[in-house]
């Protein structure tokens, strides 16, 4: 019998989904440590506040209390650390605020931590907390940007003056300005991109322990990148040499870029633990998730296009006004910089681009990086936009767009506002996209509904995204403050099983699958043989993590280079055993030959020869089969395609119900079709729930309304439908795999597909836009002001 | 969760004798409010009395009325043949509550002494007429709901029972909050032994509310027709994120209408 084919391109069943399905996943908040302590936060109320006086001595004197911690316990430890520096127009570097631990002196946004409690018991810690006497002296709060940047608003930080942290452009101003004086018509649109709360499914837990006797300090944490919380916490925050500090990301519920950043309660634990010689345990209830965790989006921008008298688009002029939230968190300010501005032009031939971007604190929960990270942003910009000039100009969605689109033959493209995109097909995309949705039909569909007293439209997006920031030197030179390259460790086992240790993390995206997967092919060692090992810093020689679908891009890549090593090495110890050339030797479906004959010897056998060197070149090669590559990425890669979502509206509710979504995707190879599907379909019900039902709610006074899931809709599975899911694959050219990434696509994609959907279906009421999210309430307004004006 | 006492009684009397004179003591019935806003710490009760042992649970139904005991949960009632058969839309009220596990736990008692203004089951109470039964009385729904969680119940008074009386045509239809899934907006209407009346739960500032213009035009004709014009002022409707007062009273037509539409 044939061995199931389990490499690349199959459809292997999720080796990890054994243990989570079953519950026997080892989250953090499954790890006890002995002699365990809890730890609970006190946070602000208030958005914006004067700390007047703490008074911790009735907690301290509760039962079973440890140790009160406030800003002045943690006077010796810095601030949390910001991975990325942005310079304005001006060349001045951002305001950089300090980001303290705990508050110090002043409270700046709803969940701020000015106080933990370390008590035998939860209940005790929780208990204690509420005895911490706290006066605050109210100052005035703003929740959003424009509110922030008015003269007059609350200054939030003293070295950040009008609220800006930096006021940042790119592109070409003067030839954007000279393509606009001679367009035959300018398109303007207002829009926001509505502020969301990730939502993991596993809220955020942190272990600090300490030994003593070897003052060794490890943190356990629900984290997508344990070696840069190591490097950030250990070198920044507590000043802990790599060596003595290890941090241990466990199975991760979920982390859609929440879990990328370095937050205060990972620091207070580590610290605690090491001042109390006792393990410090925190988990965060949903509350605090929702104040705490790292929020989502959150642009106001003003987006026009210059279009000549045929539709051509001719120049791009942006401005967006990104919220930062209160302080920076990690990865902030890159976002609606280089996530964001360098991907204004999309899918189009657009020749010239100029975008301003104004990044402003707020008295809200800080915003960083969420599943797609300033690319929904931008597709819904530019596709909204686009709709908006055919609902003005009268040309049709999809003609305008074929005009438009970076033809097939011109890659590499060089885009005008920094990207060379190396390969793309967005005509083959939208083509086959249109055909599943079978968008000829829906005029027939659309009558259909109307005879059942519904609206029904549809909405189609184009995408083009970038994966796997890259290569260290380009970020490096625009801000990073840490390399974008991956680590892969292969260990060849004596018997030739392999363990993979790899510098990226898994919380949901199934590597342990896929990147066995890519053992399998290339070194021809079954599935069931191969190990992966992620999550520990003590394991993993280096890494940066998971985050901008980059661990098979840039994770699987550094996997190639090091199975290439392998396999070199390999060779010559065939070349040895086989008594042939090196040069002789052929390396294909796990087995070393000697090219044009029958004689061969399996990876198993030059691995046990490896480790059991009688018969060796041991004045030529080391013992061992066990090869590490570090790998700096040429380029982004650049996944694209075509969402067409449509919807039905019922007139009397207001309520739309996602009918048809059809995704049409290039995501480069495709390693496991399935874990594809099921990335996209994930992504697609994220965008699917920022378009018609997510939304973070600050009142006017920075007080979260919608602080819990009574008022945060989460997108279930009554509000989708059957997400028809399809790839059209164009290769990478600079990886070996000629990957793209797949697990934000849906995310970016889906959002103006849905509200072009929307407004399409509400054509005959006059709207022209609508902001996220289309709730029932906004739909019915537009209707019934429709119907007024109609009267 | 503070500490607090716990007890469960085996008998009516020594529920009562366990909740009179503790005005910090709160009755336990299926816990579906109770138990989340302990776990908040929204509450801190001397001690909880639970009413899980006093045999309170089961459904009578007669020709003309169907009785469901305090504690029966909303499975139980959404499941039970009788009931399907004599107060279908009672039925589907109770399986559309929360999910799964609310239905499991969640008791008709305990809904109807909470009195949630979001909650379903006032509205089906309120419309139909129905009578609650008490250690000590029976009250009639016009006087038992007195505005948001505030009803005609006294200190240590425990409710055993309520009692429908069988309608001729009678629909509940909710429109669900978005996030929290309670009713946003839920009308039951009844067509029955007590006269025409429309109940309308999630919307009204003081909780479950009879919408008297509505009645006044069903009793003239029962059809979804005869409500056309028929509005309802926005004034003391609620409003928060996801629906404003005008909003409310619009979806109060329209619900209205759809209710009367299913009951046919």
Not at chain 1, 175 to 193: C, G, M, P, S
Not at chain 1, 642 to 662: A, K, L, M, R, Y
Not at chain 2, 232 to 239: C, G, K, L
Request: overall charge negative; aromatic content about 8%.
């Amino acid at each position: 019998m044939n061995a199931p084919f389990e490499g690349i391109g199959a459809s292997v069943r999720r080796k990890e989904d054994l243990r989570f399905i079953s519950g026997r996943g080892n989250y953090t908040d499954d790890i006890n440590r002995p002699n365990q302590t809890y730890a609970v936060f006190r946070r602000s109320d208030r958005p914006h506040a004067n700390i007047i006086s703490i008074d911790t001595s009735a907690a301290k004197s509760a039962p079973g209390v440890v140790a009160v911690y406030t800003a002045e316990d943690l006077a010796a430890i810095g601030g949390l650390p910001c991975g990325w520096q942005i310079h304005s127009k001006d060349g001045s570097p951002m305001a950089e605020p300090k980001h303290p631990v705990l508050a110090e002196g002043k409270v700046r946004h709803v969940g701020d931590p000015i106080a933990v409690v370390i008590a035998e018991t939860k209940q005790q810690a929780r208990d204690a907390a509420e005895l911490i006497e706290i006066d605050l002296q109210d100052l005035p709060a703003t929740a959003t940007v424009t509110d922030a940047l008015k003269s007059g608003a609350a200054q939030i930080h003293d070295n950040a003056p009008g609220n800006v942290c930096y006021d940042w452009h790119i592109g070409d101003k003067e030839a954007t300005e000279a393509a606009f004086a001679k367009a035959a018509k300018i398109v303007k649109l207002d829009l926001e991109n509505n502020r969301l709360v990730p939502n993991a499914m596993e809220p955020r837990v942190a272990i600090g322990d300490y030994d003593r006797h070897t003052s060794d300090y490890t943190l356990f944490t629900t984290s997508q990148n344990p070696h840069v919380i190591r490097l950030l916490m250990g070198a920044f925050v507590l000043g802990l040499p790599e060596h003595k500090l290890r941090v241990v990301a466990p199975d991760v519920g979920g982390g859609f870029g929440s879990k990328i950043y370095h937050y205060a309660e990972e620091a207070t634990v580590t610290w605690a633990a090491g001042k109390l010689g006792r393990p410090v345990k925190w988990t965060a209830d949903r509350t605090e998730s929702f104040m705490s965790d790292a929020h989502g989006r959150d642009h106001v921008s003003t987006a026009e296009m210059a279009l000549d008298a045929q539709g051509n688009f001719l120049a791009l002029r942006v401005n967006t006004l990104a919220n930062m939230g209160a302080y920076l968190s990690t990865f902030a300010p890159a976002v609606p910089t280089y996530l964001y501005a360098t991907l204004l032009a999309g899918t189009y031939r657009t020749p010239v681009i100029y975008a301003e971007v104004k990044a402003v604190f707020t008295n809200t929960v800080p915003v960083d990086a969420y599943r797609g990270a300033g690319r929904p942003e931008a597709t819904f910009l530019l596709e909204r936009l686009v709709d908006t000039i055919c609902h003005d100009t009268g040309f049709d969605p999809v003609a305008i767009r074929l005009q438009n689109f970076i033809p097939k033959d011109a890659f590499p493209y060089q885009t005008p506002v920094a990207l060379q995109y190396d390969s793309g097909d967005y005509f083959t995309t939208m083509e086959v996209a249109m055909k599943n949705a079978d968008y000829a039909g829906f005029p027939a569909r659309k009558a259909a509904a109307a005879a059942k007293g519904k609206l029904r439209g549809i909405g189609i997006s184009t995408y083009l995204e970038a994966c796997g920031i890259a290569p260290s030197a380009v970020v490096g030179s625009l801000g990073a403050r840490a390399g974008l390259y991956e680590v892969a460790n292969i260990r060849v086992h004596p018997t030739g099983s392999v363990s993979v240790f790899t510098g990226t993390h898994s919380h949901g995206q199934g590597h342990e699958t896929t990147l066995a997967q890519l053992v399998t092919s290339q070194l021809g060692v079954p599935f069931s043989q191969v190990e992966i090992v992620h999550g520990d810093t003590n394991r993993i020689p280096f890494g940066m993590g998971t985050y901008g679908s980059r661990s098979l891009a840039v994770g699987g890549t550094a996997m190639v280079k090091a199975m290439d090593k392998i396999i070199a090495k390999g060779k010559k110890i065939a070349a040895h055993l086989l008594e042939a050339s090196v040069d002789d030797i052929e390396f294909a479906d796990g087995s070393f030959k000697v090219a044009g004959t029958d004689r061969a010897k399996t990876l198993s056998e030059i691995a046990l020869t490896a480790y059991v060197p009688h018969n060796y070149p041991i004045t030529e090669i080391e013992p061992g089969l066990d090869e590490t590559a570090f790998y700096d990425p040429a380029n982004f890669t650049f996944p694209g395609g075509c969402h067409v979502c449509e919807v039905e509206i019922d007139p009397e509710t207001g309520v739309t119900s996602i009918v048809n979504f059809t995704a049409v995707d290039d995501v480069g190879r495709v390693i496991n079709p399935m874990i594809v599907e099921g990335q996209v379909q994930g992504g697609v019900a994220q965008g699917i729930g920022q378009a018609l039902l997510e939304h973070a709610v600050y009142d006017s006074n920075a007080q979260l309304l919608s602080g819990s899931f009574m008022d945060y809709t989460m997108p279930r599975a009554d509000n989708l439908t059957n997400i028809s899911v399809a790839t059209e694959n164009t290769l990478c050219t600079h990886n070996p795999l000629g990957v793209k990434g797949c697990g934000e696509v849906g995310a970016i994609g889906s959002p103006p597909a849905v509200m072009n959907a929307v407004i399409s279906a509400l054509k005959d009421y006059g709207v022209r836009h609508m902001n996220m999210p289309a709730s029932p309430e906004k739909i019915w307004g537009i209707i019934n002001a429709g119907r007024k004006a109609a009267e | 969760m503070y500490d607090f006492g716990y007890t469960k009684p085996s008998s009516l009397a020594d529920a009562v004798a366990a909740l009179a004179g503790d005005d910090e003591a709160k009755a336990l019935a299926g816990g579906q409010t109770l138990i989340p806003v302990l776990k908040q710490r929204l509450n801190k009760p001397t001690k909880v009395v639970d009413l899980s042992k006093l045999g309170l649970s089961g459904i009578t139904v007669t020709g003309d009325s169907v009785t469901i005991g305090a504690m029966t949960n909303h499975a139980t009632v959404a499941a039970s043949a009788d009931v399907k058969r004599a107060i279908p839309a009672l039925a589907a009220l109770a399986g559309g509550i929360g999910d799964i596990q609310v239905r499991n736990r969640g008791t008709i008692g305990g809904s109807m002494a909470n009195n949630d203004p979001s909650a379903c089951y006032p509205s089906a109470v309120l419309a139909l007429g129905a009578t609650i039964t008490t250690n000590k009385r029976s009250i009639s729904a016009d006087d038992y709901f007195q505005g948001m969680f505030t009803t005609a119940l006294e200190a240590g008074e425990v409710i055993t029972s309520v009692t429908f009386p069988v309608p001729a045509k009678a629909a509940y239809i909710k429109f669900k909050n978005p996030a929290s899934r309670y009713a946003m907006v839920g009308v039951f209407v009844a067509n029955g032994p007590k006269g025409v009346r429309v109940a309308v739960t999630g919307a009204g500032q003081g909780g479950v509310f009879r919408h008297t213009g509505a009645e006044a035009a069903l009793s003239k004709s029962w059809s979804p027709a005869s409500l056309d014009g028929v509005s309802i002022s926005p004034d003391n409707m609620n409003s928060d994120i996801h629906a404003s007062a005008p909003y409310r009273a619009h979806l109060v037509g329209v619900v209205t209408k759809r209710a009367v539409a299913a009951a046919g």
